[in-house]
């Protein structure tokens, strides 16, 4: 049991380390958020979007389990990848600015 859990916190990783708060706002000059990039980030407790970000790629907030709230920026459309805020257990806002068009894939919120 000792090696699963070693393993899970060698996985766990966060792309922008959170402050000291939890908190994550990415930059405006960011487009996409990456495959896995926040997969399993324990640290992260609430994260802000830019208007820039279109894309929110497969998987890229899986497991985080303490994020509580997303906040996502305006633009002319978002998509949302496979399963990119599953089992976030705790995630109990998420706020979207102007956007005319969200498109979600399969299981992006699931669990």
Request: charged fraction near 15%.
């Amino acid at each position: 049991m000792l090696w699963n859990n070693l393993v899970a916190v060698c996985m766990a990783r966060c792309l922008i380390d959170p402050d000291e708060n939890g908190h994550v706002t990415i930059p405006d000059s960011i487009t996409s958020i990456g495959d896995e990039a926040f997969k399993s980030c324990h640290r992260l407790q609430s994260v802000t979007i830019p208007d820039s970000v279109t894309f929110i790629d497969n998987q890229a907030f899986q497991a985080c389990r303490n994020l509580r709230s997303v906040t996502i920026g305006s633009s002319t459309s978002i998509l949302i990848g496979t399963y990119a805020f599953q089992d976030c257990s705790n995630l109990v806002s998420i706020t979207f600015g102007t956007i005319s068009e969200v498109k979600f894939d399969t299981g992006a919120f699931h669990g």
